[in-house]
């Protein structure tokens, strides 16, 4: 008997229009409009928020509509965008910005080292939002002579843009959903696409995008492809690989071959001999930072968002995804990262792994995911974790 690959009754909204995003350019004119159109409340909740050129442009948006009478809400984490200058923080709440830090370091009352708040979500007035992988930053737009780090963004009009913005007004307020909060505008669409919203945080027993990707692998029919940065794989994440290279499924992994933290992809490769005696199909993407993290099953199901496949992600951070169970979209999904695969990328296989590798890279590649596994355990130890009241385990 076939498995069914999803459940249609698992979370899911169909009153929905969704739209691929690519990064860089692209993103951040459509987040400058989105701000620039809101009425009457914005909600951006981001691990990185730099003052840089884009970010100060993001910056100025924000304090237009403010000053417009449009309530806006910027929750940034406390670590990652802790680099701010109390010049730009402040100058930003003078001129009507709600601002306020996730979790400042040693600060917040239920703390454990390493939980971050690592998703990346824009919201306008409950009815428009962008959930993806993308940073308020320089290196993930398109400067002169600087093309950006490869992400993407799914841009949602309708219904889940409402799930989007009682998470951000949870976040903020730390309890349910306000209704004094909820804006007048109702949400238009044209189609009827399912999408759901996914949550990993395993502080509060919440492992939705894990199970996503678990899914992905154990009731896939034909074909899985991920792209993922920072890849590190799980004991369950390989459990589950393994299982689909078993069943004769085809998976395909995109890595970066351009990372921004060299020893991370000096653990990456670690896994390559793992990987090829399991059929996995490895794709290194060359022309510059592979920063995103999405995933196409069957040309069927996807996902996008903020979660990378690694323990850091998986049971530290605060990461949001959506899935996205649309044959249209997830078609031209696949096809995008087919492109990809064909155009800029260089297929690693065992006789290229061989001819690449001597000894002293397999020491180097050894050492540095050593270093890694001791990062996460560190990164994952609880200082000071409150027990969450709801032990049910997430679906």
């Keep these: ?29 459509l987040l400058e409009n989105l701000i620039d159109g809101a009425k009457e409340i914005i909600h951006l909740q981001v691990y990185i928020f730099e003052d840089d050129e884009t970010g100060m442009k993001i910056a100025n948006a924000l304090i237009k509509a403010a000053q417009r009478g449009v309530q806006v809400y910027l929750l940034l984490d406390g670590y990652a965008s802790r680099p701010l200058s109390s010049e730009f923080t ?65 841009y949602v009009v309708g219904q889940t843009s409402v799930e989007l913005h009682n998470r951000c007004v949870q976040m903020w ?22 999408v759901r919203v996914r949550i990993n945080d395993w502080f509060r027993n919440k492992n939705q995008i894990s ?8 009731y896939g029919q034909k074909s899985v492809t991920f792209m993922s ?37 000096q653990a990456e490769r670690f896994f390559y001999p793992w ?10 993407y060359r022309k510059k930072v592979l920063h995103g993290k999405i995933a196409v099953c069957d040309d069927l199901w996807s996902t996008i968002g903020s979660y990378n496949l690694n323990d850091l992600s998986a049971y530290v951070s605060i990461e949001l995804n959506l899935d996205i169970h649309n044959p249209k979209f997830s078609q031209a999904l696949a096809d995008t990262l087919e492109n990809i695969i064909q155009n800029d990328c260089d297929h690693i296989t065992e006789e290229s792994l061989i001819r690449s590798t001597n000894w002293w890279n397999r020491v180097i590649y050894r050492i540095a995911y050593a270093v890694g596994r001791m990062f996460l355990i560190v990164f994952t130890f609880p200082l000071n974790r409150e027990r969450p009241l709801n032990k049910t385990r997430s679906k």
Aim: aromatic residues 12%; hydrophobic residues 40%.
């Design 90 to 154: 402040q100058g930003m709440k003078n001129s009507g910005v709600y601002l306020r830090w996730f979790q400042p370091l040693f600060k917040a009352d239920s703390f454990f080292v390493g939980r971050r708040m690592h998703h990346k979500i824009f919201v306008a007035d409950a009815s428009r939002s962008l959930v993806g992988g993308l940073n308020i930053s320089d290196r993930y737009n398109d400067m002169p002579g600087v093309p950006a780090w490869l992400d993407w963004a799914v």
């Design 211 to 218: 199970r996503s990707y678990g899914d992905m692998l154990r």
């Design 1 to 29: 008997m076939v498995k069914k690959s999803f459940n249609v009754k698992s979370g899911y909204v169909s009153d929905n229009t969704v739209k691929l995003i690519h990064g860089g350019s692209e993103y951040f004119e």
């Design 173 to 194: 307020f730390r309890k349910p959903p306000a209704r004094r909060n909820a804006p007048s505008i109702k949400p238009a669409t044209i189609d009827e696409c399912l």
């Design 275 to 284: 990987l090829l005696r399991r059929n996995v199909e490895i794709y290194e």
């Design 229 to 265: 940065s920072y890849f590190m794989p799980g004991r369950i994440f390989r459990k589950n690989l393994r299982l689909a290279s078993h069943r004769g499924i085809r998976v395909r992994i995109i890595l970066t071959k351009i990372s921004d933290v060299f020893i991370a992809k």
